[in-house]
């Protein structure tokens, strides 16, 4: 009867961790540049005398779906997407370099320019900060220009360069704090084919619909292995009797 229980109950734990997964994504639908998380399970067998016809579920990888979200017109100035492939480098909370395509960027009380999940902005010496100014540019390929607070409106400056890199897909992975980086954690090399377009959003590739029903569809196996597991019991409890009665 352990047979029977320990593989309902593998695969109603795998079926919650699924669950939990979907339902960020679906809390992000809404979030500029969010890729959505994968969930991998595979089955496996004990170890061990006696037990080789027992078979559990394991999670092998939380993978990330690196897929373009669709593009929106917002004409906002400090709106920015990336055209094609490409990622912004930003700063993760312990300081290591992160990727991101989230460019809904603003100007902190700092003066940093950051993104709208507050990670600031990298340029070509790290952080961008920014002097009081009266307008700011991001150009197509990343350059960003102001006019001073007090000059005229054709006394440009370009302060920095928004670093944009391109690292191969297969090397880019999302953390435990949900930021995604290349590698294990090393620094990028700028790429100049990377572009911007200004007064654009990327948004989440979340597919709400698809996510929705994606979720019915989990909710609906986990109560088969609740059911399974309920059958277990009751079977056990027969058997019980059974053996009272000889």
Same mark, same amino acid.
């Given at each position: 009867?352990?047979?029977?229980? !320990?593989?309902?109950?593998?695969? *109603? @734990? ?12 679906? *809390? ?7 890729? *959505? ?7 496996? !067998?004990?170890? =061990? ?5 027992? $078979? !559990? ?10 897929? *373009?979200?669709?593009? +929106? @017109? %917002? ?21 290591? +370099? ?15 320019? $950051?993104?709208? =999940?507050? #990670? ?21 390929? =990343?350059? $960003?220009?102001?006019? &001073? ?17 391109? &690292? ?7 953390? %435990? ?12 090399? &700028? ?6 377009? /200004? =007064? ?7 597919? &709400?619909? /698809? ?9 609906? #196996? !986990? ?10 019991? +009751? ?5 019980? @009797? ?5």
């Amino acid at each position: 009867m352990d047979h029977f229980v !320990y593989i309902a109950a593998s695969g *109603a @734990q795998e079926m919650m961790l699924a669950q939990a997964a979907n339902s960020h994504n679906l *809390a992000n639908a809404a979030t500029p540049g969010f890729k *959505a998380d994968l969930v991998n399970a595979e089955s496996r !067998y004990l170890d =061990g005398v006696g037990v080789a016809s027992r $078979v !559990y579920t394991i999670e092998t990888r939380k993978g990330t779906d690196l897929a *373009a979200g669709s593009l +929106e @017109q %917002t004409g906002r100035d400090l709106d920015v997407a990336i055209v094609g492939e490409g990622w912004i480098a930003v700063q993760a909370p312990d300081g290591t +370099e992160a990727l991101s395509r989230r460019g809904d960027l603003r100007v902190d009380e700092f003066g940093q320019l $950051v993104n709208g =999940g507050g #990670q600031p902005v990298l340029g070509e010496r790290g952080p961008i900060a920014l002097p009081p100014f009266s307008s700011l540019t991001v150009g197509a390929d =990343g350059t $960003v220009s102001i006019v &001073p607070l007090g000059e005229q409106i054709n006394a440009v400056a370009v302060l920095d360069r928004i670093k944009l890199v391109n &690292p191969p897909a297969e090397a880019i992975d999302k953390g %435990t704090d949900g930021l995604l980086r290349a590698g294990d954690g090393l620094v990028s090399e &700028p790429a100049a084919e990377v572009r911007l377009a /200004s =007064g654009m959003l990327e948004g989440s590739n979340v597919n &709400p619909v /698809s996510a929705m029903v994606h979720m019915i569809e989990l909710a609906r #196996q !986990y109560e088969m292995h609740v059911r399974m597991m309920s059958t277990a019991q +009751e079977l056990d409890t027969a058997s019980t @009797q059974l053996m009272r009665l000889e």
